[in-house]
């Protein structure tokens, strides 16, 4: 997780923080010991040099015995606390002068330990004549004074120590805030990916829905409407057809004939036509022609009205289709010359059929609907190209699902071709019934309508994939027929 | 009187000088003349003398004990070994004081063939400490003993000292009993009396 990744340089770290505040008492401590020592050590020097003085004012004194010159010099000293006994010695190791806080020890004149900083000792010296010995003790500081004298570093270090506590406290707060604050954005992005993931599907739910409502309504529509009138259609067709047989079972020789007989009855000679039975005849024959035109022009039409109204059902899939387990590579190929004659010199056909596999559809329908769209493909490109057929097998399942088709093995055809394609709009409409984009009287604007419509009814599915100047493909896709359907079929 | 005396300056004088002079000394010498003998090479440092006063570096200190000898050979004892900045003591008697004398220090008891004056007018203007006995007072010496309160002390005169091209230093001077310029006039009297002895 980059959240994860991302919090670790400035993360809170514990170990360093232990660490700097080991540090940070170390460093007091060493503070504090230079502090210490540094003071013994000026300490000693004020000792020494208070030593020296009165060693240097003494001499004549201790020379000449004189012990209350000696005592007064010695008395100067005493003005100093810091000083716990002050002795001076002559040349015969006698004490001249001196003095004691109570209850400190008298200072023998027998050299010093070496260890004992609070004592000095000095040689008097007159000129280069050594003329005794000034001894300087100094008083043992109390605990509480020794410990003020520490305690600006140890409440510096103290404060630091805890200055970077706090810090490190609040450091640790903001970066577990900080945690929290990228887990609860991270969780709200997915979330709005998701719900954006899920509003997108929502629309192409409802789209899909719309467009099959729309189908389903122009199907039904157009299935009645075409039903009904097919109905009439036959009607008219039986009555044109009762219409032309009546009018040829009347020809004109027996009218001709029987107005003859009248004549003979009549008393005329019926061995020779008049001249005008003769023209009567031949309007009459006129006549009747002109009927029969019209007749068959009506009969055309009525025929071309059921073509309609057949491939109005088609859509609507209320045609009977007659199934039958095949193989479509099988009825490609077959196809192939009538194909190739369809689409002309200019247009190649790639046919790559891949699948084995049968399917249960009707064959016929299914001819119709593969020259259909192969003469669509060839429409789409008018300086020529190249359409493929291509025809493999696809498995529905989990991993690649197939909106409205449910899981399964399946065949699909695809007809593609590299031509001028259409727009999103006209893609949407393509399936619609009398929608075309070719010119009045050239298209009928049922051909993609027909072929949804029986693709719908042979459980599979129909769609367009295109997009102008790449082209269009056109996928049809077909439920594989199980050997058990297929041996119920046969 | 000078049982009184004796007892005053045994008690006065350090016990380890007594010691020395008692062990050194078959025959005893006062205890008065004792410590006016310790004095006499004690005074040695608190003096200057003036440059080339000594012929070389390791050149003897020479005290001149003139006329009558009061130490009976304790002072000779008493230096022995001893030195003053790497020139060692030497002890000279004379009976009387001449210029060429070569003493340092030179003192002056009992003359029995010269007065103090003469024997002092004869190193006037010369580096030579002249140190005069208090049975024998005379102001014109450098440093003069005087015995007060049972005390060996000693007078200075300054103006004698800086004639015999002499400085003394400040801590002797103020250990005097008294310190004399006449060339300014001045008569510097005791400052303080000498102490008791405890």
């Given amino acids: 997780m980059p959240a994860n990744r991302d919090r670790k340089p400035f993360g809170f770290r514990p ?28 300490h000693r020097r004020q000792l020494v040099t208070q030593a020296n003085i009165l060693a240097a004012s003494v001499t004549a004194a201790i020379a000449f015995d004189d012990r209350v010159a000696a005592q007064e010099y010695v008395n100067a000293l005493k003005l100093d606390p810091r000083l716990d006994a002050v002795a001076v010695y002559n040349e015969a190791h006698r004490q001249v002068a001196g003095f004691r806080r109570e209850g400190s020890a008298p200072i023998a004149d027998s050299g010093l330990s070496p260890g004992d900083w609070h004592q000095v000792v000095v040689p008097a010296r007159q000129g280069t004549t050594t003329v005794g010995r000034v001894y300087l003790r100094a008083a043992a500081l109390p605990l ?42 991270a969780e709200l992005a997915d979330a709005n990916q998701r719900l954006s993931v899920e ?53 004109a020789p027996a009218h001709v004939a029987a107005s003859v007989r009248q004549r003979v009855v009549a008393g005329e000679a019926a061995t020779t036509a008049t001249p005008a039975d003769t023209g009567a005849i031949a309007r009459h024959e006129a006549r009747q022609q002109r009927i029969r035109h019209h007749l068959e022009v009506a009969q055309e039409s009525v025929e071309r009205a059921a073509s309609l109204t057949q491939r109005l059902l088609s859509f ?28 002309g010199s200019g247009v190649k056909i790639d046919y790559r059929l891949e699948s084995r596999r049968a399917v249960l559809c009707d064959a016929n329908q299914m001819e ?25 097998d696809l498995r529905v399942d989990a991993a690649h699902p197939v909106s409205g088709l449910p899981f399964g093995d399946y065949v699909q055809l695809r007809v593609v071709d590299n031509g001028t394609g259409m727009s999103e709009e006209i893609r949407r409409k393509a399936f619609d019934p009398f929608f075309t984009t070719k010119p009045v009287g050239k298209g009928t604007g049922l051909g993609l309508s027909t072929i949804f419509g029986y693709v719908e009814q042979s459980h599979g599915m129909a769609s367009i994939d295109s997009a102008i100047g790449r082209g269009t493909t056109v996928r049809i896709v077909l439920p594989h027929a199980s050997a058990t359907s297929t041996s119920e079929v046969a | 009187m000078a049982g009184l005396l004796v007892v005053g300056l045994a008690c006065a004088i350090g016990a380890a000088a007594v010691h020395a002079a008692q062990a050194k000394s078959p025959s005893p010498v006062s205890l008065e003349y004792a410590v006016k003998a310790t004095y006499l090479y004690k005074f040695a440092p608190f003096v200057t003398w003036p440059p080339g006063e000594f012929a070389s570096t390791n050149a003897p200190f020479t005290i001149c004990v003139v006329g009558n000898n009061p130490f009976d050979g304790y002072l000779e ?40 004056r003469q024997a002092l007018a ?77």
């Fill in chain 2, 77 to 116: 004892r008493a230096v022995a070994g001893r030195g003053f900045g790497g020139h060692p003591f030497s002890v000279r008697r004379l009976m009387s004081l001449t210029p060429d004398a070569h003493c340092q220090i030179a003192f002056l008891a009992q003359l029995p063939a010269q007065d103090i």
């Fill in chain 1, 316 to 343: 609507a899939r209320r045609q009977p289709l007659s199934p039958q387990s095949l193989q479509l590579d099988v009825l490609i190929r077959n196809m192939r010359s009538l194909l190739e004659h369809s689409v």
């Fill in chain 1, 144 to 185: 509480i004074v020794q410990l003020a004298r520490y305690s600006g570093v140890v409440l510096l270090t103290i404060m630091a120590v805890l200055m970077l506590t706090a810090l490190a406290v609040a450091q640790s707060v903001l970066t577990r805030a900080h945690a929290s604050l990228r887990r609860r954005a």
């Fill in chain 1, 199 to 251: 509003m997108e599907q929502r629309a192409r739910t409802e789209e899909a829905l719309r467009q099959s409502q729309k189908m389903e309504a122009i199907g039904q529509l157009s299935g009645g409407i075409a039903h009904d009138f097919n109905n009439l259609l036959m009607i008219i067709k039986g009555s044109l057809t009762l219409v032309q047989d009546k009018l040829l079972r009347d020809d």
């Fill in chain 1, 15 to 42: 170990a360093m923080m232990v660490l700097a505040v080991g540090l940070l008492l170390l460093v007091g401590a060493l503070a504090t010991a230079y502090q210490y020592r540094s003071g013994r050590i000026e």
């Fill in chain 2, 122 to 198: 004869a190193v006037s203007g010369q580096p030579v400490l002249t140190v005069v006995d208090s049975a024998t007072p005379d102001r014109e010496g450098i440093v003069q003993f005087v015995i007060r309160q049972g005390r060996v002390g000693f007078e200075i005169n300054v103006g004698a000292a800086s004639r015999n091209h002499l400085a003394i230093s400040s801590k002797l001077l103020s250990l005097a009993l008294a310190v004399r310029d006449p060339s300014c006039r001045r008569t510097g009297t005791a400052s303080r009396s000498g102490s008791v002895p405890p």
């Fill in chain 1, 368 to 392: 119709s609907a593969i020259l259909n769209l192969v003469v669509n493909a060839r429409d789409a490109m008018p300086e020529g190209g190249c359409v493929a057929i291509c025809l493999d």
